[in-house]
């Protein structure tokens, strides 16, 4: 994971955690769990103050493309593309 590009190890670290939550989403969109599903959203939304993020966005697309994202999950609408977008697997 690139530990001596700054970009590269902040969008692996944030994509680690962005895939966690989204799990979390799908799981507890699938268990009709709305307080976790409003949990997980929450915890992306949050992504907008990240300072990792905010200090990549001038150099690539990475915090645009887990934004948009997150903006979905806010809006209780599925993630798709995750697994692309943020290298989910």
């Known amino acids: ?3 001596n ?6 969008a692996g670290v ?3 955690v962005g895939c966690g939550w989204i799990s979390e989403w799908l799981r507890a969109q699938k268990a009709g769990d709305k307080a976790a599903q409003q949990k997980a959203a929450d915890a992306m939304s949050s992504s907008h103050k990240w300072k990792v993020l905010n200090d ?5 697309d990475w915090p ?3 934004w ?3 903006d979905r999950m806010a809006a209780g609408k599925s ?3 995750y697994e692309s ?3 989910c697997s």
């Open 1 to 3: 994971m690139g530990t």
């Open 5 to 10: 590009d700054p970009y590269q190890f902040g």
């Open 14 to 16: 944030t994509g680690l």
């Open 56 to 60: 990549m966005n001038a150099e690539g």
């Open 64 to 66: 645009e493309v887990f």
């Open 68 to 70: 948009e994202i997150a």
């Open 79 to 81: 993630p798709a593309g």
């Open 85 to 87: 977008g943020i290298g």
